[in-house]
Nanobody, 122 residues
Framework: QVQLVESGGGLVQAGGSLRLSCAAS????????VAWFRRAAGKERAFVAG??????TYYADSVKGRFTISRDNTNTINLQMDSLLPEDTAVYFC?????????????????WGQGSRVTVSS
């Protein structure tokens, strides 16, 4: 089993920045793929960014150029969010899967963090 614990998030004004982190414990592997999803009020969980074990990164069009996913080590990933917009307001989840491929579908991920709320005021 793998446990994911998120930190960061909070309230910020439009144009500001926030950083989310996700620490994994348990049976992790350097070959896991990792990703961030978000769920806005009344909407489905949506892919935000992902990183394959080889280091390739992928972003949703809505965050490209503003968000950056990074990996400190095998067990810690980050999401740097810059130039935040009110429409970025959501609960953000980190996810992890023993797969070499980054998927945009949430059902492809086996392990999930508890969620971290991000609120961007206008």
């Amino acid at each position: 089993q793998v446990q994911l614990v998120e930190s960061g998030g909070g309230l910020v004004q439009a144009g500001g920045s926030l950083r989310l982190s996700c620490a994994a414990s348990g049976r992790t592997s350097s070959r896991d793929s990792v990703a961030w999803f978000r769920r806005a009020a009344g909407k489905e969980r949506a892919f935000v960014a992902g990183m394959a074990w080889g280091g390739g990164t992928y972003y949703a069009d809505s965050v490209k150029g503003r968000f950056t996913i990074s990996r400190d080590n095998t067990n810690t990933i980050n999401l740097q969010m810059d130039s935040l917009l009110p429409e970025d307001t959501a609960v953000y989840f980190c996810a992890r899967s023993p797969s070499a491929v980054v998927y945009s579908q949430p059902e492809r991920y086996r392990y999930w963090g508890q969620g971290s709320r991000v609120t961007v005021s206008s």
